[in-house]
């Protein structure tokens, strides 16, 4: 089967399921690593997540060459509709130089978007949906803080997104040019004391001579409620790239709307080395409104209207029938 087809027909079957609210109170970033959450920002929330990164990379081979220079992450996401579904825009631009290390005095100034997508990402499955929430034990960290076997089950999301590259884009293959999809399953699982595991596998530029195929895999843990470190493994493969990086770091939690984050990346080749040092913010504008609320304050709003509506009538009525209603009220109080 096609594998766009595929994730249509996933998307077709998760809308006709009931909504399970992926909101949260703090902002819950993409950042600082490279992979993506299966859970959406919630509905009516506007985040946007950004850093400027250095890169320096370095190949020791006969075509010997260095590049050294920065750019910057940039991701703008929106809960939209549905709690399960998120819009996303996101890209990389890098500005650096290329030196030939072989080739004395040869330099290339480069710069361009490293990738440029937008998509839409629909969780189709949370194990935590209609599952009644652990309460916590008031007297026992280890009972708080045990190994539970459903937390093995992961929640799972599905991303269907659309690249754009511009024509001789130095970070592309030579050909690479135009529209192409974009296709991700995302999982998450979240443990207990404060572990949370996420995984990546996408197949990107499907259809290109620059069809990568990458899994990241990514090991988040909370030492407080503040601060945040995690370890991440990203393979990528095609025919024009192929690395495995590792990434470490960590993020601060500024405000329940603001999160701070550094990291480093690099890897163990040297085809080219790779080292990139990043810093980041994450921000997140906050219209969300709970629906259980919102259906609450509905049916307050009717009773209201009623009440009045039930005391116009009243007094509207005649006197001897308000006369009887005193005397029907007294016998049944006596």
């Known amino acids: 089967m096609n594998p766009i087809k595929f994730v249509l027909i996933l998307l077709f079957i998760s809308l006709t399921s009931k909504a399970y609210s992926q909101y949260t109170d703090v902002i819950n970033s993409n950042r600082p690593g490279a992979s ?3 859970y959406s920002v919630g509905t009516n929330v506007l985040q946007f997540e950004a850093g400027p990164y250095f890169v320096q990379e370095k190949r020791t081979p006969a075509t010997a060459y260095k590049i050294s220079g920065f750019g910057v992450d940039f991701a703008t996401r929106y809960g939209l509709i549905w709690e399960e579904l998120e819009l996303n825009f ?3 631009y890098q500005n650096d130089t290329k030196t030939f290390t072989g080739v004395s005095g040869i330099e290339e100034s480069r710069s361009n ?7 839409a990402k629909y969780l189709v499955f949370d ?3 209609n599952k009644e929430e652990d309460k916590p034990n008031l007297y026992s960290w ?3 803080n045990r190994f ?5 089950i992961p929640a799972v999301s599905v991303y269907l997104g659309v690249n754009y590259d511009t024509k001789q884009n130095p970070y592309t293959a030579p050909l ?11 999982t998450q699982n979240n443990f207990a004391g404060g572990w949370v595991m996420v995984i990546n596998l996408i197949k990107d530029r499907i259809g290109t001579d620059q069809s990568d195929f990458e899994y990241i895999f990514t090991l988040t843990h909370s030492i407080s409620p503040k601060w945040v470190i995690f370890g991440e493994a990203q393979g990528i493969k095609s025919d024009f790239y192929a690395d495995n990086l590792f990434r470490f770091g960590g993020a601060y939690l500024a405000g329940k709307n603001l999160q701070l984050d550094t990291a480093v990346t690099f890897n163990t080749k040297d085809t080219p080395s790779v080292l990139n040092l990043n810093l980041g913010v994450s921000y997140r504008l906050d219209f969300h409104k709970d629906k259980t609320d919102t259906n609450e304050n509905s049916e307050q709003i009717l009773s209201r209207k009623q009440s009045r509506k039930n005391k116009k009538n009243k007094e509207k009525e005649p006197l001897h029938i308000k006369q009887k209603r005193k005397d029907t009220d007294f016998n049944n109080f006596n």
């Open 36 to 38: 993506r959450s299966a």
């Open 90 to 92: 996101e890209g990389t």
């Open 113 to 119: 978007f490293k990738f440029l997508t937008i998509g």
């Open 127 to 129: 194990p935590c949906k």
């Open 142 to 144: 280890k009972a708080n």
């Open 148 to 152: 539970k076997w459903s937390s093995l």
């Open 176 to 186: 690479i040019e135009g529209f192409s999809p974009k296709l991700m399953i995302a």
